[in-house]
């Protein structure tokens, strides 16, 4: 059973870094594609970003692109998401996720990690 587990949120500074982690159970990356997603206080989830099957290659989303980057960890079963330059705008709580990469939807979900930036 897939379970993602996520850490490494705190409070930081606008113009600061954090890195978050999400850690896979067993063998998640070898059945599902991975990707970051956020919620704002009374706003829409959306998605940051998400690799390819394997962590190959990543994307994000128009917004973060330049400042966030996703990396996926295999040998270590870690999902990890790097946040440079950090807004006030990006004050969320971020989960990390899973879907079947040949066009299933995002169905396995972690516990949340909070991340407040200071203005």
């Known amino acids: 059973q897939v379970q993602l587990v996520e850490s490494g949120g705190g409070s930081v500074q606008a113009g600061g870094s954090l890195r978050l982690s999400c850690a896979a159970s067993?063998?998640?990356?070898?059945?599902?594609?991975m990707g970051w997603h956020r919620q704002a206080p009374e706003k829409e989830r959306e998605e940051v970003g998400s690799?390819?099957?394997?962590?190959?290659?990543?994307y994000v989303t128009d917004s973060v692109k330049g400042r966030f980057t996703i990396s996926q960890d295999n040998a270590k079963n870690t999902l990890y998401l790097q946040m440079s330059s950090l807004k006030f705008e990006d004050t969320a709580i971020y989960y990390c996720?899973?879907?079947?990469?040949?066009?299933?939807?995002?169905?396995?979900w972690g516990q949340g990690t909070q991340v407040t930036v200071s203005s």
């Open positions: 996720a899973a879907r079947d990469c040949r066009g299933g939807s995002w169905s396995v």
């Open positions: 067993g063998n998640t990356f070898s059945r599902y594609c």
């Open positions: 690799v390819t099957f394997g962590g190959g290659r990543a």
